[in-house]
């Protein structure tokens, strides 16, 4: 399971479309909001906008998220981005990253989707993980993965049902993300993140534990990403 955790209903049930929209907006408008405000000079913001896209969010709303982002409404909402560490069920070292529009609402709910587990300090499991640059893209002419990260620059990779992730230094997203561009790769998210050192194996019913816990901090709309060292 490795680095961002991935939950593959979430994209196909329709009734979980506008949480998902929710979701991509907050990205679009805070990679708007920390970078360049123009999309070819913010990789972070060039991937957002391309995966808001990939899961058909309406051009309004993308174009609501990017003036909210670039500061172009009256609007006074302020994302803050908290992470927080501690354990799944059976010890398995998690990362999840929030951003909210409410620190302390945010910190009540946390605790709450945690009982199942074991919530931690600053530090309690990010030395069990490197930090990584992560870039995920696809590819519609079906380009080998590993020759694409030879190419562009990647270390690593990670192949999945969605396409593949391409691991990297931290100070070579863009470049890794530009490179794998000009192959034709369809870039949908370019950030920093977590990989585990290390992977957790359990046995089939204790797997399941960590996977049903895992989906319901996923769930919560103010989850932007998961890191789960479980194997």
Known sequence: MGAQWKHAGRVAEGARKGALFTRLSKEIIIAAKQGDPAPESNPRLRAALENARKHSMPK??????????????????????????????????????????????????????????????????????????????????????????????????????????????????DAVSRALQGMGWAVSSAVLGWVPKSLVELDEEKKKEVISFVEALDEYDDCQRLYVALA
């Open 60 to 173: 309004d709303t993308i174009e609501r998220a990017l003036r909210k982002g670039r500061g172009e409404t009256d609007e006074n909402t302020v994302f803050e981005s908290v992470v927080y560490e501690g354990f799944a069920p059976h010890q398995v070292p998690i990362i999840v990253e929030i951003l909210t529009d409410n620190r302390n609402r945010a910190a009540g709910d946390v605790r709450v989707l945690f009982r199942g587990g074991q919530l931690g300090g600053a530090g309690a499991v990010q030395w069990m993980f490197d930090r990584r640059g992560l870039v995920e893209a696809t590819h519609t002419t079906g380009m080998d993965p590993e020759e694409a990260a030879i190419e562009a620059g990647a270390q690593d990779l990670k192949v999945g049902e969605d396409g593949v992730e391409f691991i990297c230094d931290p100070g070579d997203v």
